[in-house]
């Protein structure tokens, strides 16, 4: 099954580690094959990493782009989510961690990311508390 993109103008994507950047006007990819894709709004820069949750996401980040490190970023991503889960006891943050978890353990990285990015709008309601 095809993958759509729609891309607003100028905006930027990652696709196998390429970065593809869209002209002035809309545009639309369809990719046919399995590729790891990330638009720019789902992409961190290593010092936008500031947060315990930013610290899970990227090495998880990391993993779905670069394949062929993953065992690097994976012991970062243990780490961290060791650290994380240490801290918290909110059940509902704890069921995300352990799926978060489960993703990265069956390599499904952007299924983690998703899960991953309602642990970072958590990680934001108490932050702001």
């Known amino acids: 099954m095809a993958l759509k993109l729609s891309l607003k103008p100028d905006e930027k994507l990652v696709i196998n580690g390429a970065v593809i950047a869209n002209a002035d006007r809309r545009a639309t990819l369809?990719?046919?094959?399995?590729?790891?894709?990330?638009?720019?709004?789902?992409?961190?820069?290593?010092?936008d990493v500031d947060t315990p949750v930013k610290r899970i996401y990227f090495p998880i980040m990391l993993m779905y782009m670069d394949a062929d490190q993953t065992g690097r970023y994976y012991d970062e991503f243990v780490m961290r989510?060791?650290?994380?889960?240490?801290?918290?006891?909110?059940?509902?943050?704890?069921?995300?961690?352990?799926?978060?978890?489960?993703?990265?353990?069956?390599?499904?990285?952007?299924?983690?990311?998703?899960?991953?990015?309602?642990?970072l709008a958590f990680e934001k309601e108490r932050l702001a508390t």
């Open 81 to 119: 989510m060791t650290e994380f889960m240490s801290a918290i006891t909110t059940p509902d943050a704890i069921e995300t961690c352990v799926k978060i978890s489960r993703d990265v353990m069956e390599k499904n990285y952007y299924r983690a990311l998703i899960n991953c990015k309602k642990l």
């Open 30 to 47: 369809i990719v046919h094959n399995k590729a790891s894709i990330l638009r720019e709004k789902d992409i961190m820069q290593e010092e």
